[in-house]
């Protein structure tokens, strides 16, 4: 179990939120602290006796004060498109500073040696994991894979209709809950042995794009059909509820899809299995309760 003091970075977000809640069921209130840029919206973290400090990845200050007195931080990586390194920089640095002596950071999986190039997102991992390797300080890297409450944004939220029309490869992926996700974060934060390695969190049971079709016909009992587009049409393809996606999404999108296509996500390696002790939720039941999206 953890000892000391344990801070959670990105609070207010998604998987900073489920890391938290479950942390709470194995840690004191008192031995747990968050920052979040709007300390507002956490008042329910405040009610319970969580330690909520108002702090920004670009604000060195307000981290180095945050991170005093934290045993251990549970980083999760700044969204794309917002200078990915100086604000990574900033955490370690400032970590190091206030004698943090673990930190584990969210990365993205990738295949060793592949060379993938993830815009805005592969360069500023490898930044950050070598700058946590050299910090002195101990590390653990948790390399995620695509998100399974997202992935639905790669084939759109009307393929039962639609049918699931994208560039297909021979390259398969094994996506994960956030659910599973937090749950590994905790037993690596609250654990002892995982100090200074790294895990790649595949789920355990990988698929194609070109197999969408025929899993979601399988689980919702309809025929959908499937059709194999070029890039250039992939770009230029009309995915009903992304109106207001950054400019930058239909071109980042189409990088990750390549990146599965080639195989850089295909590897399943029973990690994140190990360290939740179950198995994780699959694409399959995840879209036979979950899709089409609310």
């Known amino acids: 179990m953890a000892s000391g003091k344990i801070l959670v970075t990105g609070a207010g977000g998604n998987l900073g939120g489920l890391t938290i809640d479950l942390l709470l069921e194995k840690v004191s209130p008192e031995k747990l602290a968050v920052i979040t840029r709007d300390p507002s919206k956490l008042k329910r973290l405040v009610d319970q006796g969580v330690s909520v400090h108002k702090a920004d ?12 007195g934290v045993d251990k931080i549970m980083f999760i990586g700044a969204h794309a498109f917002t200078d990915r390194i100086k604000q990574h920089f900033n955490v370690i640095t400032a970590a190091r500073q206030a004698g943090v002596k673990h ?9 060793e040696g592949s060379g993938v190039v993830l815009w805005d997102i592969t360069e500023s991992d490898t930044f950050t994991e070598q700058a946590l390797r050299a910090s002195g300080m101990a590390y653990t890297i948790m390399m995620q894979p695509s998100f399974l409450e997202t ?5 759109g939220a009307k393929a ?9 490869g021979k390259g398969k992926t094994a996506p994960v809950t956030r659910d599973d996700l937090a749950a ?6 609250t654990q002892p042995g ?3 390695k790294t895990y790649k969190l595949s789920g355990d049971e990988a ?3 070109s197999e969408i079709a025929q899993i979601l016909g399988e689980v919702k009992g309809r025929k959908v059909s499937s059709e194999n587009i070029s890039e250039d049409e992939y770009l230029d393809f009309d995915f009903h509820g992304l109106e207001n996606a950054p400019k930058q999404f239909p071109l980042f999108r189409l990088a990750w899809v390549k990146a599965m296509n080639n195989g850089d996500f295909e590897e399943t390696t029973g990690e994140l299995e190990r360290l939740i002790g179950r198995k994780p939720t699959t694409f399959r039941e995840y879209m036979k309760n979950n899709y089409p999206p609310v």
Do not use: C, K, W
């Open 207 to 209: 698929f194609s794009f």
């Open 151 to 155: 992935f639905f944004l790669y084939f």
């Open 103 to 111: 930190v584990v950071y969210t990365s993205i999986q990738r295949r």
């Open 160 to 168: 039962l209709e639609d049918g699931v029309r994208m560039p297909f």
């Open 57 to 68: 990845y670009l604000d060195y200050d307000s981290l180095l004060s945050a991170f005093q």
């Open 184 to 189: 590994a974060n905790v037993a690596v934060l």
């Open 194 to 196: 995982h100090e200074n």
